[in-house]
């Protein structure tokens, strides 16, 4: 027929199932193409579908043949090159196409397609990092927790020595005495037993108190105990007052040398001329310059511990420096220490209500003040001064008293006393180191049983104030 040519043969164009067929045979690592696909320089280039080319290259990008090198007439399409194809990626038209089994030492090759590595772009897959950091954060808390065993098993058994607190049987053996310090922790009384060979290890007798409850209520003092007891029996032990060998002496706050004396005979069991000869020697009892060799005022109320055989000046020792020890707690410069002592001393002794300390500390601020006070001309005026002057512990001065010619007449002398006339509490140094402000010069207690105060500014307010007080005697007169 016209337009027919039979002696010539078309170029073979692969179809679309053979296209997928050459697909599916470089996904299993085997290209196929017909000898017959190839392109002579003297035909021209067949039209390839494109929609073709785009389905094989969606399918699998790796096999995707450039248009380019189908319609260079000079370009040779044969089964070395689409093998090629399979294994570089796609070649522009101007590089040569080599063979696998021929690759060109110059030209640098890229790893075997699989779907490990490979994107629809010819790059590799970025590492999952999600995973991998959830890893990393386990790995790192195990290493914790195992750095966490290794150091309490270093520090429980390496570093305490034993595998376990070791432990004494029984009651114990030989006597021995054991001084427990006011205000020992635990671990304190622990270093005390293990000291002196009570119980067999400090640990033994922490874990025994941590499940007794008890344990709280070990007091201060000196303890008959045991050697070699175990830590439940010292415990025990401990807990018991009949074990107890000391004496605790109270001091009470408002005391006097002279009723700590006469308690110092009485509980303490030292003689008279022990008791004098002690407070004779300021030295000995640890009295500072500033007192003047007299400890009136210097000894801290408390209770006291004596232990069995102790000196006197040992004993009164620790009372005074239990009085240094707070007045360096509270910042007092040694030279205004003696002065801090008087003025608290007189409130202990004036005032029964603790609210009224810092009102009174006024008051004698108030009179000793030279232009404040001169309406009293800065005498203090105080009763409790002349009790002690007189002698006597309470009660109001009579009107003999008031005319005794002593130094600590505070009526008939300006200014403070020469010493503390008690022992005063922490309340009352407080109160003189911050008196409450005002312009009070007198203060009357118009019921002793009370202690109701009332502090007021002028002389007239104060005789109104001391007809209350008179008044309350004449109702009752066991309390004046």
């Known amino acids: 027929m016209a337009g027919e040519s039979t002696g010539s043969s078309r170029p073979h164009v692969p179809s679309r199932r053979e296209l997928r067929a050459q697909k599916e045979a470089a996904q299993r690592g085997q290209v196929s193409v017909p000898v017959e696909s190839s392109i002579s320089a003297a035909q021209p280039a067949p039209h390839v579908p494109v929609i073709e080319e785009y389905e094989v290259a969606a399918t699998n990008p790796a096999l995707s043949v450039s248009s380019s090198s189908v319609q260079n007439p000079e370009q040779e399409f044969s089964s070395s090159a689409l093998h090629a194809t399979a294994e570089s990626g796609p070649q522009s038209a101007a590089e040569p196409t080599h063979t696998a089994s021929e690759p060109d030492s110059t030209t640098e090759t890229t790893a075997p397609f699989s779907r490990d590595n490979a994107l629809p772009d010819g790059g590799k897959k970025k590492p999952r ?23 309490y ?18 009651a114990g053996t030989t006597s021995v005495t054991v001084e427990i310090p006011e ?21 033994a007798f922490i874990n025994v108190l941590a499940v007794n409850p008890e344990g709280t209520n070990i007091q201060p003092g000196t303890y008959e105990l045991k050697l070699k007891m ?22 009470p706050e408002g005391f006097r040398l002279s009723q700590l004396q006469e308690r110092l005979k009485t ?25 003047n060799g007299n400890a009136e005022g210097w000894i801290a109320p408390g209770t006291y511990q004596q232990k069995p055989d102790e000196p006197v000046e040992s004993f009164v020792k620790s009372m005074i420096q239990r009085r240094i020890e707070q007045l360096d707690s509270l910042s007092v410069p040694s030279e205004q220490r003696q002065a801090l002592l008087i003025k608290a001393s007189i409130l202990e002794r004036e005032v ?105 500014d002028t002389y007239d307010q104060f005789k109104e104030a001391k007809n209350q007080l008179k008044q309350f005697c004449e109702s009752n007169p066991e309390s004046c």
């Open 183 to 203: 205000g020992a922790t635990g671990t304190q009384i622990a270093d005390a037993l293990v000291a002196k060979d009570v119980v067999a290890t400090k640990q």
């Open 230 to 251: 175990s830590a439940n029996a010292a415990l025990a032990a401990l807990l018991d007052t009949a074990n107890r060998v000391d004496v605790g002496i109270t001091i």
């Open 153 to 170: 098993a270093l520090t429980r058994f390496v570093f305490s020595g034993d595998s376990k607190p070791s432990d004494y049987e029984g």
């Open 129 to 151: 990092r999600g995973k991998s950091a959830v890893a990393t954060v386990v790995i790192l808390l195990l290493v914790a927790l195992l750095a966490a065993g290794v150091y």
């Open 352 to 456: 029964n209500i603790d609210k009224y300390l810092p009102k009174v500390a006024r008051v004698i601020e108030n009179r000793l003040d030279p232009e404040r006070g001169k309406e009293v001309l800065n005498k203090l005026q105080m009763d409790s001064t002349v009790a002690y002057a007189a002698g006597r512990t309470s009660g109001i001065p009579t009107a003999d008293e008031l005319k005794i010619d002593s130094p600590y007449n505070t009526y008939l002398h300006a200014g403070l006393p020469p010493t503390p006339i008690a022992f005063p509490g922490t309340g009352a140094i407080k109160a003189v180191l911050n008196p409450e402000a005002g312009n009070w010069l007198y203060f009357v207690s118009v019921n002793l049983n009370t202690g109701e105060t009332v502090f007021v």
């Open 267 to 291: 509980r303490g069991g030292y003689t008279e001329a022990e008791v004098q000869a002690a407070f004779a020697n300021p030295e000995a009892i640890g009295l500072p310059v500033e007192a």
